[in-house]
């Protein structure tokens, strides 16, 4: 009864996160992009533009709590893995369906407007950043030295302790502290946790790589504050990434001295640790989207004494499926700013990114075909 409630109320909270970050993106996007859609920055605060925004938050809130709830209680009702990522799929599913429908009520208000149809539009891109000289990028590559320790310190102290497990010993408790899970011993078994754990590293090394390579675009209006603001903003997010790497591999390595039987932890203790990790990492990820903004937005700099009055190009002509997925392949750069929340996304324009959405799309059916056949 317990697993089935923490696994619940995990599920209820992170969908919870989901919700606040749909909400909070609306607020942190650039100045000139709402729900998606690139605007006159004065019309942003135009009636229909805010009534707009209002009804989205209204829908996420009235929609999304409620599906939040129902899909919580099946999990609790059904324990069954393919229950709970069923579950995670179907809200995401609503919360961009959410999104969509107010994204192309956006879009028509724009060309109702005939908003950028009739300026002269322009780009503006710090085509010098990838190269980092002279920039103030924190390198972020010699912490992740720190997650290789790790799991080298794992993979030894397992290879020392496999001579004293049994052969078949167990994996994954429940709430009560009793084993529910076993395994037989092997070489294979024994680094299953390090080969989670080096997943884990690449996964944020990649990451992390996106966030200092990906295309900057900067206003055209403060294109030097701009810039400045931009530079923090990656910085931040730099420090976040490696902190949060951090902080997993521990959680990591307590599961493998558990697992390997060289530390006994309380399991509602690290049941309740685990989910308190978890949700912080979601609670802070709001702040600094909140606090920073899109590309640095939100962030104080002081302002260029060079302002320029011009208008940014029209671009949503590259952005597919409600302005989610970015697809020009005259653009060579394979990393982009999200068009809609804060992260960074792949230019599936490219040969890379085509390849980066396809794996995307067999992992999600892979990890579907692998929770229906397991209890």
Known sequence: ???????????????IILIACQVVSLYVSRKDIYLGIRIPQDERKSSEVKAIGK?????????????????????????YTFVYTASIFVFIFIDFIIYYFYNRKMAELKREKGWLKTKKQIVVIDTSFSKLNGEKIISGSKWFAISIIFIIVC???NIKQ??????VYPTHWAMNGKPNGYTYKSYMSIFSVPIQQVVLTVIMFISYKMIVWSK?????????????????????WIMYTVLVTFV?????????????????????????????????????????????????SRLKEKPSDKNF???????????????????????????????????????????????????????IIVAIAMSIFEK
């Open 1 to 15: 009864m317990q697993d089935e409630l923490m696994l619940s109320l995990f599920s209820f909270i992170f969908m």
């Open 248 to 296: 997993m591999q521990i959680i990591f390595m307590i599961e493998d001295f558990q697992v390997m039987q060289i530390v006994k932890v309380n399991t509602v203790f690290i049941t309740i640790f685990v989910l308190a990790i978890s949700f912080g990492i979601g609670i802070v990820s709001i702040i600094i989207a909140i606090k920073v903004g899109q590309g640095g």
């Open 55 to 79: 009804s989205y938050v209204r829908a996420n809130f009235i929609i999304g709590v409620p599906t939040a709830i129902i899909l919580s209680y099946l999990v609790y009702k059904f324990m």
């Open 162 to 167: 496999y001579p004293s497990l049994p052969k």
């Open 309 to 363: 009055e011009t208008n940014v190009r029209d671009d949503d002509k590259y952005w597919k499926l409600g302005n989610t997925i970015y697809y020009n392949k005259n653009d060579p750069s394979i990393f982009i700013e999200k068009r809609f929340g804060i992260g960074w996304t792949v230019n599936a324009g490219t040969k890379i990114g085509m390849l980066f959405y396809i794996a995307t799309v067999a992992i």
């Open 155 to 157: 993979i030894i102290i």
């Open 216 to 236: 900057r675009e900067i206003d055209a209006k403060n294109p030097e504050e701009s810039k400045n603001k931009n530079i923090k903003c990656r910085n931040i």
